[in-house]
C-alpha cells in the first residue's frame, strides 16, 4: 500500500466515522444534558478513532477497532487483544476523564421557572387597504 493510498483510506473512514458519529449524537441528543450522554459521546468518539498500529512490522496506524477485529479474525482473539486492548481501553479511560471534567467545569443551562416570561397577546389583524 502506497502512502497515497493509505492517506485516501483514511480519509474514507475518518468521512463515514463522522457520518456515524453525527447519527450518534443525534441520537444520544434525548438523553438530557448529564453524564450519560456526555460519556457515552466520548466513549463512541474514542473507540472509533484511537489508532493503532495496523501490523508490527510497519509504521502504518490504523482504527484500532478495525485491527482488533482483522487480528482476532485471522489471528485468533487473544493475540488481537494483547496488542490493541490497552491502546482502546486507555482511550475510553481517557474518555471517562474528559467527560467527568466536562460535567464538572461545564455548567448546562437550566429552566428558571421563577421568571416568568408574560404571555402573548394575540392581537386582530387589520384589514388590508386596497
Known amino acids: ?3 497515497f493510498q493509505y492517506a485516501i483510506a483514511w480519509i474514507a473512514y475518518l468521512v463515514g466515522a463522522l457520518g456515524c ?3 450518534w449524537w443525534r441520537m444520544t441528543r434525548s438523553f438530557g444534558q448529564g453524564l450519560p450522554r ?9 473507540v472509533i478513532l484511537a489508532p ?5 512490522g510497519m509504521e502504518y496506524l490504523g482504527p484500532a477497532l478495525l485491527v482488533c ?3 482476532a479474525l485471522s489471528q485468533g482473539s487473544v493475540e488481537a487483544m ?5 491502546i482502546i481501553l486507555i482511550s475510553l479511560l481517557v474518555a471517562m ?3 467527568v ?7 448546562t443551562p437550566t429552566d428558571n421557572l421563577s421568571i416568568r416570561q408574560p404571555k402573548k397577546v394575540r392581537r386582530s389583524r387589520k384589514a388590508p387597504v386596497l
Open 1 to 3: 500500500m502506497t502512502t
Open 21 to 23: 458519529l453525527a447519527v
Open 38 to 46: 456526555r460519556s457515552l459521546r466520548m466513549i463512541a468518539t474514542c
Open 52 to 56: 493503532a498500529i495496523s501490523n508490527p
Open 69 to 71: 477485529l482483522f487480528d
Open 82 to 86: 494483547h496488542r490493541t486492548a490497552p
Open 97 to 99: 476523564l474528559l467527560a
Open 101 to 107: 471534567l466536562g460535567g464538572l467545569f461545564i455548567k
